[in-house]
Antibody, heavy 119, light 110 residues
Framework: EVQVVQSGAEVKKAGESLKISCQWSGDIYTSYLIAWVRQMPDKGLEWMGIIYPSDSDTRYGPSFQGQVTISVDKSISTAFLQWSSLKASDTGIYYC????????????WGRGSLVTVSS | QSALTQPASVSGSPGQSITISCAGGSSDFGDYKYVSWYQQHPGKAPKLIISEVDYRPSGISYRFSGSKSGNTAFLTISGLQSEDEADYYCCSFTDDSFYVFGTGTRVTVL
């Protein structure tokens, strides 16, 4: 059974950099994809982007292109979401989720990483 | 890419059926089958309850069902129970190969 474990909560200041992680279990990298989803305080879900661990092919949502970087390290079964310069508006919970091959839904979700950015 | 439109809230009494709509443009829904639904309880991660418009994953109650008509998808919860009180989100894989979530619907059990 596929499982994902996300890194813990982070408290940062505006302008700082940050990299959060999502480690999967099971041999999924050859076919599954890993997506990142943002949820700002008391708001809905927003799709940020998705990466194919097998070849690192990445696609970003229009609102997030150029704002974040999604990457993967297959050797440690981990996907990453990073910011080079955080803003207060980046405050929120960030979920990673797996997408099975040839499907379009997200079947396994991490518990989320809370990111708090002070101005 | 605008979010798909869902009603902000829907309520019902225990045992009743409720339906949540998810409306978008023709390009939002892409292929007919690329719609999924997620349930999110307060403080918890989202959970897949419906995939490919009307497929119920293993372990999901038969009381949840999905459908689609034109550019609107629907989630129906029958036999409403207190544990169904949560936020619900639709999600579509679009013609442009992006994902877009709905605005979310809060379900209240009266």
């Amino acid at each position: 059974e596929v499982q994902v474990v996300q890194s813990g909560a982070e408290v940062k200041k505006a302008g700082e950099s940050l990299k959060i992680s999502c480690q999967w279990s099971g041999d999924i990298y050859t076919s599954y994809l890993i997506a990142w989803v943002r949820q700002m305080p008391d708001k809905g879900l927003e799709w940020m982007g998705i990466i194919y661990p097998s070849d690192s092919d990445t696609r970003y949502g229009p609102s997030f292109q150029g704002q974040v970087t999604i990457s993967v390290d297959k050797s440690i079964s981990t996907a990453f979401l990073q910011w080079s310069s955080l803003k207060a508006s980046d405050t929120g919970i960030y979920y990673c989720a797996t997408r099975p091959p040839t499907r379009t839904h997200f079947n396994v979700w991490g518990r989320g990483s809370l990111v708090t950015v002070s101005s | 890419q605008s979010a798909l439109t869902q009603p902000a809230s829907v309520s019902g009494s225990p045992g009743q059926s409720i339906t949540i709509s998810c409306a978008g443009g023709s390009s939002d829904f892409g292929d007919y089958k690329y719609v999924s639904w997620y349930q999110q309880h307060p403080g918890k991660a989202p959970k897949l309850i419906i995939s490919e418009v009307d497929y119920r994953p293993s372990g999901i109650s038969y009381r949840f069902s999905g459908s689609k008509s034109g550019n609107t998808a629907f989630l129906t919860i029958s036999g409403l129970q207190s544990e169904d009180e949560a936020d619900y989100y639709c999600c579509s894989f679009t013609d442009d190969s992006f994902y877009v979530f709905g605005t979310g619907t809060r379900v209240t059990v009266l």
